[in-house]
């Protein structure tokens, strides 16, 4: 299988990539990215397995903060007692993606990093064929709104929506060094560039500076398994009273809204929240219904403290 | 019994279904093999005016391209509506419908040498919702030219007994309502596959994952002019069927014929999305209804108008139009009777024959309505139901002879294990209980394609080496009736089950079967291999007697020997086998079943009648959220009278995935479509049930002992899924007062209902 990579660092992964002139793909465990191969919406020749990088496979505190490794997977992550005592908010976020056997493939650098969603795109070359393509394919319109400037495929990372919330900073290794950024800031509100990544980057560590002193998560999905997300909120209230919270899986990027809770009223969040999410017809769960969820989660996040 | 009769038994095939080592079509490989891919419409109805295949015939690797005029001749499952080709021949009539077929060296040759061909399309008006179909349109919008009086109507089937409408009218007590239900999928696991070689006798064998390998048979033969005595279909492995591959199939016959155009053997095997694409499942369905009753609560009439929508072609059409109204006849008693169901076409994908075929959706709106009148008679749901049950050994108004009904006995098991009299109307809000019933066909008593043979015929073969080979048609599509033959043999003979093998479903080898559908396996085949292996036993026996100077009626088959009473003779299994076959060698028994002739002599009176019914009645407990809408079934209590459980693990994982299968109609699955497009093509986003939604169950088998089933069995692999849906549907409404009128009952039907309530 001379298209497929396996290197054993992060230097050689980022060597062999410079060698290929962007016709690669990189696999964080690769379970969502091969249907994008199967369906022809990634053609890229090459694919460059991350899995056999041991240095990013790790779950570390250090002086109260915790260190995931990019390409630890997220059924470590959902047994780990430490992630468990002192982080229940990622272990929660981690057992509602994908399935038990998918997680076992799937790392917490994928998930965060998985390729936004759209009804109309993520089918096969003869179903985009039949319908006609979109902008985010080939096509020069939206099938979802009709127009012919924006795309609104939806972030569906679950276990982003959780970090962000808990502030969490991430560790990008380039060709030119290292880059430290906070992770809610690699997410740009578009559905075509969703990731603010420089082209040959790996993300290799997630770290989080605080364990909050309440949280809440909570998915929307129709069965108890499986499904991406048609809502997923996270919430958390730091030490100081700031109130945290995220919204995923309605838009083309996680939402963060962060306030002294002092400063909130319910009205007020939801106000906000529905104003800066820009929810479209293009999951499968029904526009009106996910809209109308949206307060109802944040209703009972709201409850749940008061 | 002293055989595995009535002891759970687990399959034959199972060890090797588990370790992966059991053969399904796709795994069958052939030296020269070419490989097929199609080339789809992309347009869901339109004319085909310019189909060019130069550049794909002449593709590196390509053997052969098929298109529409090579194999011109139409054909379908049901003799009286052979609507469909098996390439489009000059117009498309829905996305995804077959235009050319490549067969080449391998199969990204093949792929992308379908990139190679090109068509234009003239694009016809198309219709995608079925009441649009029942309007007047120009001849040339027209889905197929033979529908009447320029509409796309398929099939109208209407039967009415003592006019119900008129009762209706008067009546004080009444119930109506508008019942709205998408279309479901059969979801089985192995996709389509089929191998075709053509023969250096130019005789063809066809391999196929086909619920029906006698219908295939005869449709290749008609549409490739290739005479019956010169094929062969063979019935491998099968990874699940649920009514989903009893069709003879385009792709199928296609297969066929490059294997008789490149004198190679030529495989197909489907991706998931054209799985999706074949369809063949369950009609989305609109109907209204109307029951009433006295003050009693007793049923005084049942009148319904059903629209089905059959997408582009007819497949088993004209049967489920029927079933739809003739199969609610029953469990109740109903004298005042009637239905009219309308099957139109419409530009999508066909549906057909699906698990319960075509009772499902009207039972759900009966029960539901059975349940409306309980409230309003302020009744309860089960004592209302228990009054109007059919008896035994009776005839339903449209004359379907009723034997063997255990739905009695069913209802109070459930009743019981539930708990119903203390919990039902009283559990908190938001939790609620629900009950059903239903009932079914054991096989159908008229066959599809009409002919003079009995419906099966089985035979046992007895060789030197102590063997009973059992040869059927009979399909295992993974319901255990390859077990069920081997367990009959085993029973009749006194012999335990591994002196006896099966060769089943090849039509060159063993007797006809008329395929596994209709539920009709276990009482047809399961009588026919009695009787063979009766008659086995039978002559064994006389040349025992003969030469042990013993009457033949006092030889016991036990155990593995063949003794006298008092053990004066005490023979093993392989010393009677010696004896018996002294002078004569192998011998082979046949066992056949004809059903008894049955019915009323007026127009459509075949539809739905049957050897015998299987009852059933069910109790789901849900858990309604009413923040969210969202719906968790968490117990299901099942109780089904299928005569006899010839094998109780096999009817209890029959009335478990009934369960499961009718859970996702009732909260999650559903065919969902886009400008005549499917956009949930795949198992990510058709949600089956995973594990996590399946409630618990808690199965009761009620033997209700047919007097004409094979030990008194009658079936259990379709009645079972009836009563769940509406148990469901029920639940809710005691749980949080809503009635749920469409299926499938996702999160925000019920959000928006509880707002219209509240």
């Known amino acids: ?306 | 019994m002293s055989g595995s009769i009535g002891k759970p038994t687990p399959f034959i095939d199972a060890v090797q279904k588990v370790t992966g080592q059991a053969m399904y079509a796709d795994d069958y490989r052939m030296p020269n093999m070419l490989y097929v891919s199609f080339f789809r419409s992309t347009e869901s109805h339109a004319k085909i005016s310019k189909l060019d295949i130069s550049e794909a015939e002449s593709y590196p690797g390509v053997c052969a391209v098929a298109i529409g005029k090579d194999i011109p001749i139409s054909f379908g499952v049901l003799p009286i509506s052979p609507d469909e080709n098996a390439i489009a021949v000059e117009k498309v009539r829905y996305k995804g419908e077959i235009v050319a077929a490549v067969a080449a060296e391998t199969i990204k040759a093949a792929r992308e040498a379908v990139e190679k061909i090109k068509v234009v399309y003239e694009p016809i008006k198309a219709f995608f919702d079925p009441k649009d179909s029942l309007e007047v349109c120009a001849p040339e919008e027209q889905i197929h030219s033979h529908t009447k009086n320029g509409k796309n109507i398929h099939k109208t089937a209407e039967l009415r007994f003592n006019e119900p409408e008129k009762e209706l009218e008067i009546a004080k007590n009444k119930q109506s309502g508008f019942f709205k239900f998408a279309g479901v999928t059969h979801a089985f696991t192995e996709p389509h596959s089929t191998l075709a070689i053509w023969n250096r006798d130019d005789t063809l064998t066809v391999i196929s994952a086909t619920q029906v390998p006698f219908y295939l048979h005869k449709n290749i033969s008609k549409v490739l002019g290739i005479p019956l005595h010169k094929i062969q279909v063979k019935k491998p492995t099968l990874g699940g069927g649920f009514g989903g591959k009893s069709d003879p199939f385009p792709h199928e016959i296609i297969t066929a014929y490059l294997a008789k155009k490149t004198k190679r053997p030529v495989k197909c095997t489907f991706s998931r999305e054209e799985v999706f694409i074949t369809h063949h499942g369950r009609h989305p369905t609109e109907l209204s209804m109307s029951v009433s009753c006295d003050d009693d609560g007793i049923i005084t009439a049942l009148d319904t108008d059903i629209i089905i929508d059959g997408g582009a072609y007819g497949s088993f059409g004209v049967v489920t139009s029927y079933y739809n109204g003739v199969l609610l006849q029953g469990p109740y008693k109903i004298n005042k009777f009637g239905f009219r169901t309308r099957r139109t076409y419409t530009n999508k994908h066909q549906c057909g024959a699906m698990r319960g075929h075509g009772a499902v959706n009207p039972r759900y709106a009966v029960e539901v309505l059975l349940d409306m009148m309980a409230q309003s008679l302020n009744m309860d749901p089960c004592d209302l139901r228990n009054k109007n049950f059919l008896p035994e050994n009776t005839l339903t108004v449209g004359e379907f002879r009723i034997t063997s009904n255990g739905v009695r006995e069913c209802l109070e098991a459930v009743r019981r294990k539930s708990d119903w009299d203390n919990r039902y109307g009283k559990l908190p809000f938001g939790r609620g209980l629900g009950v059903a019933c239903g009932f079914f066909i054991s096989g159908s008593a008229l066959p599809i394609i009409w002919n003079r043979y009995p419906q099966t015929v089985v035979h046992a073969k007895l060789d030197f080496d102590g063997r009973i080979v059992m040869f059927s048609g009979a399909s295992d599509i993974g319901q255990g009736s390859d077990t069920l033959l081997v367990q009959i043999a085993a029973e009749e003979l006194g012999i335990s089950m591994e002196y006896v093998q099966v060769e089943t479903a090849d039509t060159k080898i063993t007797p006809v079967d008329l395929g596994s559908y209709s539920s009709r396996v276990t009482f047809m085949v399961g009588n026919a291999a009695k009787t063979a292996t009766t008659k086995v036993r039978e002559e064994m026996a006389k040349a025992i007697s003969k030469e042990k100077d013993v009457t033949a009626e006092n030889l016991i088959f036990n155990n593995c020997r063949i003794h006298t009473k008092d053990k004066s003779i005490d023979l093993s299994w392989e010393e009677g086998v010696e004896i018996a076959l002294a002078g004569r060698g192998a011998f082979v028994e046949s066992g056949y079943y004809i059903s008894p002739k049955l019915g009323g002599d007026f127009k459509g009176s075949g539809a739905g009648l049957s050897p015998a019914y299987s009852f059933g009645a069910f109790i789901s407990e849900v858990d309604v959220n009413p923040n969210t809408g969202a719906v968790i079934v968490t117990k299901v209590w099942g109780a089904h009278d299928c005569g006899k459980a010839l094998n109780p693990l096999s009817v209890e994982g029959q009335i478990e995935g009934s369960i499961h299968m009718g859970l996702g109609q009732a909260i999650s699955e559903e065919m969902r479509y886009h400008n005549g497009q499917q956009i949930n093509a795949n198992f990510f986003d058709y949600r089956i049930p995973s594990s996590l939604d399946t409630p618990d169950m808690d199965i009761t088998i009620i033997e209700s002992n047919d007097a004409e089933g094979p030990y008194g069995a009658k079936e259990a692999g379709e009645g079972p899924i009836h009563p769940v849906l509406p148990s469901i549907g029920n639940a809710i409404y005691d749980a949080v007062g809503i009635r749920m009128m469409e299926l499938p009952i996702t999160p925000e039907k019920v959000l928006s209902k509880m707002k219209e309530n509240a």
């Open chain 1, 1 to 306: 299988m001379d298209y497929y990579h396996t290197p054993s660092t992060v230097d050689e992964a980022l060597t062999i990539a410079g060698k290929l002139s962007g016709n690669y793909t990189f696999f964080a465990g690769g379970t969502d990215i091969q249907n994008y191969r199967k369906q022809q919406l990634d053609t890229n020749e090459y694919v460059i397995d991350l899995s056999e990088i041991e240095e990013l496979d790790s779950i570390t505190i250090v002086d109260g903060a915790l260190h995931l490794g990019a390409m630890t997977t997220l059924d470590k992550i959902v047994s780990s007692d430490e992630i468990q005592n002192h982080y229940p908010i990622i272990a929660e976020a981690a057992k509602t993606v994908a399935t038990p056997v998918l997680r076992k493939t799937a790392t917490i650098g994928g998930n965060l990093l998985v390729t936004n969603r759209c009804t109309f795109y993520n089918q096969s070359q003869e179903w985009r064929d039949g319908v006609g393509s979109c902008l985010r394919d080939v096509g020069d319109i939206c099938q979802v709104t009709g127009g012919k400037n924006d795309c609104y495929s939806r972030n569906v990372s679950d276990t982003a929506t959780a970090l962000i919330v808990l502030g969490a900073e991430i560790t990008l290794m380039t060709p030119n060094g290292i880059i430290q950024k906070s992770l809610k800031d690699i997410y740009l509100p578009c559905g075509i560039k969703f990731h603010d990544l420089e082209e040959r980057c790996i993300l290799t560590q997630i770290s989080v500076p605080i364990e909050p002193k309440k949280w809440w998560y909570k998915k929307l999905r129709l069965r108890k398994t499986l499904d991406f997300t048609s809502l997923t909120v996270a919430a958390t209230i730091d030490t100081a009273g700031i109130a945290r919270v995220c919204l995923n899986g309605v838009s083309m990027s996680p939402i963060l809204i962060e306030k002294p809770l002092k400063e909130l009223t319910l009205e007020g969040l939801i106000s906000i929240a529905r104003k800066n999410c820009k929810t479209v017809d293009n999951d499968l769960m029904p526009l009106k219904y996910r809209r109308e969820m949206i307060n109802v989660y944040l209703k009972e996040w709201w409850k749940s403290f008061r």
